[in-house]
């Protein structure tokens, strides 16, 4: 038996996960279903979306993949409705989706810019505005977006990512207070450097380990199944009184 938490409120509970075939949302799609919630997912990635809900097809609820690509927002609401179709009202919204290609200051075009923060901060405004109906309907959801220790750390190299995600704090903040009388709670979930498949690919150097081993305060390696406990926590009603705060998870980085 997991000697970590089950949430008795997450039961049969309708969750929203963007961005979930893999990654970090990966792993939230497999955590929630796992306490007996009916997930939903969005993402661009068939392959791995599809592989994802076979896998877990066994589940109380067998999630449900949507392919859509989220910075077409149009897509996004369509994905959201095919999501409300299957599980009834979305009173949980995990904005995690999000793209943190490296980009030189000197090649950074308009169109690129606005594309990075297509990816990065606009899909989550309009996610929790769409999904904000149901909760309001339902008395009350949780909204948790996902932000980033990196623009805290000043890492350079890809301003667009980094100042998205300083955004997104402010984005829960604002929400938080619009949403408030409706009982909607509004968090920013803020990994630190967390030891996925495609960050052990593409960037955990020797040197980047060494930079993880002198700025983390415990010695461990931080891993999808650390941010989606906390995703947990917010997302129950354990967390009923937390709106509008930075929840950090990121072995005391910062
Ligand atoms: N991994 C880390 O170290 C880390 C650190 C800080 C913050 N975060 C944040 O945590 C969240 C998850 O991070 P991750 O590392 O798992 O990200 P990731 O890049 O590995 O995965 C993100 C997921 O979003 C999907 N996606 C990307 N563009 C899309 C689009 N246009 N439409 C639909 N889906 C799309 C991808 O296919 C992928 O499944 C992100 O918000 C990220 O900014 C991650």
Redesign the pocket.
């Known amino acids: 038996m997991s000697r970590f938490a089950r949430y008795p409120s997450l039961v049969d509970r309708t969750v929203l996960v ?10 939230l799609v497999r955590e929630f279903a796992e306490q007996g919630a009916k997930v939903g997912f ?4 068939l392959a ?2 599809l592989a994802l809900a076979r896998e877990l097809e066994g589940s109380r609820h067998a999630p449900l993949f949507v ?6 927002i149009a ?2 609401e369509q994905a959201i409705a095919a999501v409300r179709e299957r599980f009834g009202p979305v009173t949980v919204l995990l ?6 290609q490296r980009h030189k200051i000197e090649d950074t075009t308009p169109d690129y810019w606005d594309k990075a923060v ?3 901060l606009k ?1 989550q405004f309009f996610a929790a505005r769409n999904v904000a109906v149901d909760m309001k309907q339902e008395g009350g959801g949780s909204i948790v977006n ?5 623009w805290k750390l000043k890492q350079g190299g890809m301003p667009a ?1 980094t100042t998205s ?1 300083a955004a ?1 704090q402010g984005l829960t903040r604002s929400l938080a207070r619009d949403f408030g009388p409706f009982n909607i709670r509004v968090n920013t ?11 052990l690919r593409l ?1 955990v150097t020797d040197e980047g380990r060494a930079e993880i081993a002198r700025g983390q305060c415990l010695q461990q390696a ?1 891993m ?1 199944r650390h ?1 989606a406990h906390m995703a947990l926590f917010l997302a129950a009603d354990d967390s009923a009184m937390c709106t509008a705060q930075d929840f950090v998870v ?1 072995g005391g980085w910062t």
């Open positions: 963007t961005g979930g075939a893999t990654g970090i949302g990966g792993t969005i993402d661009i990635a791995p979306g392919e859509a690509d989220l910075t077409d897509a996004l904005n995690n989706a999000a793209n943190d297509a990816v990065n899909h996902f932000g980033s220790i990196s990512y995600k997104v979930l803020v990994p630190g450097w967390v030891m996925t498949e495609k960050q960037w931080l999808p941010i990121d």
